[in-house]
């Protein structure tokens, strides 16, 4: 696939800064986009699961502050959609599971 395993330029400028932002142990980023109605090869809807000690002692809420904190320009630019899975090095070894996707609520239907 052109681009490599990392996909567009989103999904690797998100990969590179949340590498920055957490130093994570694992990182998973996943574009979402084609499944919410979006062209082939749209950007806009992305889910990231993140594995960083960063996160350990945090409370939910204050784990995805930092992940969008680390992508406070995308997310006010292109990027539409974010659903963030932060988890410490700790709780991913016991469950090394990523959720599956949401359903889409909204985007292109009527």
């Known amino acids: 696939a052109a681009g490599g395993a990392m996909g567009g330029p989103m ?7 949340l590498t920055a932002a957490l ?13 919410h109605g979006g062209p082939p090869g749209a950007e806009t809807h ?5 594995v960083s000690g960063c996160f350990a002692g945090l ?3 204050q784990r995805h502050r930092l ?10 630019g292109p990027l539409h959609a974010l659903q963030v899975i ?8 016991s469950d090394p599971q990523a959720p599956p996707a949401p359903p889409c609520l909204g ?3 009527r």
């Open 11 to 17: 999904a690797r400028t998100i990969h590179a800064k």
């Open 23 to 35: 130093q994570p142990t694992h990182l998973e980023v996943r574009n979402d986009s084609s499944r």
């Open 46 to 50: 992305f889910g990231v699961l993140v």
């Open 59 to 61: 409370p939910l809420l």
């Open 67 to 76: 992940v969008h904190e680390a992508l406070r320009a995308e997310l006010a």
């Open 86 to 93: 932060a988890r410490t090095p700790q709780q991913w070894q």
């Open 107 to 109: 985007g292109s239907k």
